[in-house]
């Protein structure tokens, strides 16, 4: 298999988590929009409810993100890079990519005994109603970050054989 199109397979698995992460965000909307009506209409509402939105939008949070940058939609300072050969374009996003997948790494390994923690406590809401499987949500963070490893491993299978095919590779991206 080559690079490109093991990348390929790498980036469906990013497509389709990102995908489920847009479907959370319209969960998101519909349980905002109840939890607003029925406090201001009915006076009516839960802790539960109300936390709910923030663990959603740690989903979408963490697993959006990977599908943001498959896409090329994230923040990126140009003014450098756009003045850049495509060929320096593709070292600068290798590069990037092992950096990300180093910092994923980091951020995994020092999540553990925070998840780990968190598990072994059964650790809950601290508000009444509150939500009771909290560690549930944080066992989501190293879990966040394999994703990404898997599309910064994408990225730089991709832009390291870009790169390397030199000029005659640009128009295979």
């Given at each position: 298999m080559s690079l490109l199109r093991l990348a390929?397979?790498?980036?469906?698995?990013?497509?389709?988590?990102?995908?489920?992460?847009?479907?959370?965000?319209?969960?998101?909307?519909?349980?905002?929009?109840?939890?607003?009506?029925?406090?201001?209409l009915f006076s009516w509402g839960t802790v539960w409810l109300q936390e709910a939105?923030?663990?959603l939008l740690a989903v979408i949070a963490l697993f959006g993100i990977t599908y943001t940058l498959r896409h090329g939609e994230h923040v990126r300072v140009d003014m450098l890079y756009e003045r850049m050969?495509?060929?320096?374009?593709?070292?600068?996003?290798?590069?990037?990519?092992?950096?990300?997948i180093g910092v994923s790494i980091m951020i995994?390994?020092?999540?553990?005994?925070?998840?780990?923690?968190?598990?072994?406590t059964g650790e809950q809401s601290p508000d009444p109603g509150g939500i009771p499987a909290r560690y549930a949500?944080?066992?989501?963070?190293?879990?966040?970050?394999?994703?990404?490893?898997?599309?910064?491993?994408?990225?730089?299978?991709?832009?390291?054989?870009?790169?390397?095919?030199?000029?005659?590779?640009?128009?295979?991206q």
């Open positions: 390929d397979a790498l980036e469906a698995v990013t497509d389709l988590i990102g995908r489920a992460a847009a479907w959370v965000t319209l969960l998101l909307v519909l349980l905002v929009t109840f939890n607003v009506a029925s406090r201001y939105e923030w663990h050969s495509p060929r320096s374009q593709h070292l600068v996003d290798f590069v990037s990519a092992l950096v990300l995994i390994r020092y999540s553990m005994n925070y998840v780990g923690q968190s598990w072994l949500l944080k066992a989501l963070i190293p879990a966040g970050f394999a994703v990404m490893i898997i599309q910064a491993t994408a990225m730089a299978l991709r832009h390291g054989a870009l790169f390397l095919a030199g000029p005659r590779g640009e128009d295979r």
